[in-house]
């Protein structure tokens, strides 16, 4: 039976949510499967994903093939790096100790790697939001010297119109 990693589709219309689950390929993309390994929601920025590790390296050593947007998936979390190093330990070039050494390293740099792009877009966030208030403060700046200057001119207007009726009745 050829087993196949791939996605399976939920959610709703225009907002997809997905799946990532271990599926005999001759099966319905939302049909039945075999196991799912996790989750990936693509609606948020960064994208969340929720995989169990221990569960897909399996998988991939029973000869499970990913498709290729769960390869990439995949790859983001490290499962292919992790069954590479697998492979190494079976084949006596690396221990265990340090396979697991070498996938902890990668793991701390792709975890800054990813806060390093949250901050950089919660910062992006904040400044759009300070540009925007600027923006708005000057608009109101601009619409508070405009009624001071209407007040002006209206009560210069009221002023002449009394110096007119002075006049006018001084000449009576």
Known sequence: MPVKIRLQRHGKKGKPF???V???SRAKRDGKFL???GTYNPNTNPAQINLSLEGSVKWLENGAQP???ARRILSYKGVLLKHHLNGG???GA???????????????GKDGAV?????????????????IFAAEKEVNEKRKAAAAEAAAEA???EATEEAAEENNETEA
């Not at 221990?95 to 902890?104: G, I, L, R, S, V």
């Not at 806060?115 to 540009?131: M, R, S, T």
């Open 155 to 157: 009560l210069a207007g």
């Open 67 to 69: 498709t290729d947007t």
């Open 89 to 91: 330990v079976r084949k």
């Open 94 to 108: 690396l221990t265990a100790e340090q396979a697991e050494e070498k996938f902890t390293a990668w793991l701390e």
């Open 22 to 24: 271990a599926a005999d």
């Open 18 to 20: 997905y799946w990532i």
């Open 115 to 131: 806060n390093a792009k949250v901050e950089d877009l919660a910062k992006a966030k904040e400044d759009a939001k300070a540009k």
């Open 35 to 37: 196991e799912k390994l």
